[in-house]
């Protein structure tokens, strides 16, 4: 499996639908969804028509400004040739949405690809994903996104959170410019080769509420179409 296409990322404010689109998809391939929002009065993840939720928080933690921090990780296996589209749309009042789309190439099929995931939120200049359970195959996709809440609504030209996650880490994607909506992103993804527990781990300037949140995907080493199963 490796990463064919990335969209830009896309941040809207106000409580504003967030739009992405890749063209030139090829039919099969796994798409995902990453993104982090800050809303002002609902912690529910943005929804997404389509999409199959792979991880999101069941709880944020709340700032002193009174946003909520999130992020979120989607998919769509098997896609089917051409252009795929993505709209979050934010549940309550939301002071930003920041998303992007990625295009992996997969040899999975129909098999269900998603395998362990979790999610972890905290407040610092500091946090993480959570720690998974160990993967059930030796070759996967780790996905892992980190989002951040300003703290107090205090906008940063840049934030300086880390790009990429650690360890092992290459980046999709970032957001260190809060002063337009007030929500900081970082995705990244690593193909690990062996099983075992998976983290995602980011730091940063200020204080700020976080959600981070990571996802296992099974892919085939070979290349060759393959049917896995998991127990």
């Known amino acids: ?28 391939n796994l798409l995902i969804v990453t993104g982090s929002w800050a809303q002002i009065t609902n912690s529910t993840p943005p929804t997404l028509a389509g999409w199959t939720l792979a991880e999101a928080p069941t709880g944020q933690l709340l700032t002193i400004g009174g946003a909520w921090a999130g992020s979120v990780i989607y998919y769509r296996k098997n896609a089917m040739s051409g252009t795929h589209s993505m709209t979050a749309v934010p549940v309550g009042g939301s002071a930003g949405l920041t998303f992007q789309m990625h295009e992996f190439n997969s040899s999975i099929g129909l098999t269900e690809p998603l395998d362990v995931h979790t ?29 951040l809440a300003d703290n107090n609504g205090v906008p940063h030209a ?7 996650a650690t360890t092992g880490y290459t980046s ?4 260190n410019n809060t ?15 062996a ?10 300037t200020d204080s700020s509420a976080y959600v981070g949140t990571i ?17």
């Open 1 to 28: 499996m490796a990463l064919v296409q990335s969209s830009a990322v896309s941040k809207t404010t106000g409580g504003a639908n967030n739009t992405v689109t890749l063209n030139g998809v090829v039919a099969g």
């Open 119 to 147: 999610n972890s939120a905290g407040s610092g200049t500091s946090g993480n994903s959570g720690t998974t359970g160990a993967t059930t195959v030796a070759n996967e996709l780790v996905i892992t996104v980190m989002g």
């Open 158 to 164: 840049s934030i300086g959170l880390n790009d990429p």
């Open 172 to 175: 999709l994607g970032v957001n």
């Open 179 to 193: 002063t337009d909506n007030s929500i900081a992103y970082q995705a990244s993804y690593k193909y690990v080769t």
């Open 195 to 204: 099983t075992g527990a998976q983290t995602g781990s980011w730091t940063w």
């Open 215 to 231: 996802a296992t995907f099974l892919y085939a080493a070979t290349g060759i179409p393959t049917f896995l199963i998991k127990a």
